[in-house]
């Protein structure tokens, strides 16, 4: 059974950082391009960042030269480094393939972890 476990999500001034981990299990992240997603209130889930099994990377204007993600193929788990937070990166925040990747996206999402800034 596939298994999307987000974490690390909290509280944070503007200006500060957090980093989000995805834990994967049932499913090998390293052999598909994975990406963090974030849905605000009333808004889209919107796709903020992508990583090829290579390494490429990827990022949504809004969110490009602040953020950053990683993978660990050997602990299966993708990570979103956020710096430079600002209130309107309040979201739920998500991990799963990228939604343009073969097959799409998994249909068991995570519960997300909430990412609130606000000072």
């Known amino acids: 059974q596939v298994q999307l476990v987000e974490s690390g999500g909290g509280l944070v001034q503007p200006g500060g950082s957090l980093r989000l981990s995805c834990a994967a299990s049932?499913?090998?992240?390293?052999?598909?391009?994975m990406g963090w997603y974030r849905q605000a209130p009333g808004k889209e889930r919107e796709l903020v960042a992508t990583?090829?099994?290579?390494?490429?990377?990827n990022y949504a204007d809004s969110v490009k030269g602040r953020f950053t993600i990683s993978r660990d193929n050997a602990k299966n788990t993708v990570y979103l480094q956020m710096d430079s937070l600002r209130p309107d990166d309040t979201a739920v925040y998500y991990c799963?393939?990228?939604?343009?990747?073969?097959?799409?996206?998994?249909?068991?999402w995570g519960q997300g972890t909430q990412v609130t800034v606000s000072a």
């Open positions: 799963n393939k990228d939604r343009n990747s073969p097959g799409g996206v998994l249909p068991a």
């Open positions: 049932g499913f090998f992240l390293r052999v598909n391009t």
């Open positions: 990583i090829t099994t290579r390494g490429a990377t």
